[in-house]
C-alpha cells in the first residue's frame, strides 16, 4: 500500500527525536503494512496543502491522509527563486522570518488585510476542492486545530453571539450576517463529513493535553503513537 499525507508540524513530526520513523503517519502506515511519502514541512499551510496534494494525486496513491491546518496561515511563491514561503500570525519561518521583507509585510498582511471570515470560508472551500478531487480515491481528512468550528457550526439563533469576535459587525446588517450563516453551512452542507475523522469532535492538538509535548507544544512519540492507533481503527471499521 503506497500511502500520501500532508498537513504541518503535527503531521510532519516537529520535535520528534526521529519524525521520519516516529510521525504518525509513518506509523499508521506500518501498521497498514505500507510505505509512507509524508510531502510535510514545518509550517505547512492549507494552501500548501492543497497544492501539494493535487500535484501529487497523478502518483494514484492507495490512501491519502490529509490533516487541515490553522486556516489564518497562507502561502505564497517568490517572485526570484519561485521558492514557497508560508506565512503564520506569529511570523514564523525557518529562512526568512529575519528579513525585512517578510516581516514588514506580514504584518502589513495581518494587521490590515487578514479577513478571519474569509479565511474559514476560503478553507471550506479548499476542502471541498480536494475532496471533488479525491472522490474516486481512498482518503482520510482530520483537522490539526479547532479552527473555531464549534463557533462557525453554531445554531441559527446562537450564530451571531457565537461568531460575533470574528465578524466585523460594524459593516453588516443582519441580513448580510444571515447571508453569512446560509453561506457557510451550504460550503459544509457540500463537504463530506464522513471522510472526517470526527469532524468537529476531535482534532490532532487535542492529544497535547493528554500526552507529553516538546518546549515548542508538539506532542512527542506517546502522542503519534495513539493518533496512529485511533486512525487505524478508524481506517478498519470503515
Request: hydrophobic residues 35%; aromatic residues 16%; glycine residues 4%.
Amino acid at each position: 500500500m503506497k500511502i500520501y499525507a500532508n498537513g504541518c508540524s503535527f503531521t510532519y513530526g516537529d520535535e520528534l527525536i526521529n519524525p521520519a520513523a516516529d510521525a504518525w503517519p509513518t506509523l499508521l502506515a506500518n501498521k497498514l503494512h505500507g510505505s509512507v511519502v509524508n510531502d510535510v514541512i514545518s509550517g505547512g499551510t492549507n494552501y500548501r496543502t492543497l497544492y501539494r496534494t493535487i500535484k501529487n494525486i497523478k502518483e494514484d496513491y492507495d490512501l491519502y491522509l490529509i490533516a487541515w491546518t490553522d486556516y489564518s496561515r497562507f502561502t505564497v511563491y517568490k517572485s526570484d527563486n519561485n521558492f514557497e514561503i508560508n506565512f503564520n500570525p506569529n511570523l514564523k519561518n525557518e529562512l526568512y522570518q529575519n528579513t525585512h521583507e517578510f516581516k514588514s509585510w506580514g504584518l502589513t498582511y495581518y494587521k490590515h488585510w487578514y479577513n478571519e471570515l474569509y479565511a474559514f470560508k476560503l478553507w471550506l472551500q479548499q476542502i471541498m476542492q480536494l475532496q471533488s478531487l479525491l472522490k474516486n480515491k481512498n482518503y482520510v481528512m482530520i483537522n490539526t486545530m479547532s479552527n473555531n468550528l464549534s463557533n462557525w457550526t453554531a445554531d441559527k439563533d446562537q450564530f451571531i453571539e457565537s461568531v460575533k469576535k470574528f465578524i466585523n459587525f460594524d459593516i453588516m446588517n443582519d441580513k448580510q450576517i444571515v447571508d453569512e450563516y446560509e453561506e457557510i453551512n451550504y460550503y459544509i452542507d457540500n463537504i463530506d463529513l464522513s471522510k472526517f475523522y470526527r469532524w468537529n469532535q476531535f482534532y490532532i492538538r487535542q492529544l497535547c493535553g493528554d500526552f507529553p509535548i516538546g518546549t515548542h507544544g508538539h506532542m512527542l512519540e506517546q502522542g503519534h503513537q495513539h493518533l496512529a492507533e485511533l486512525l487505524y481503527t478508524h481506517i478498519c471499521l470503515k
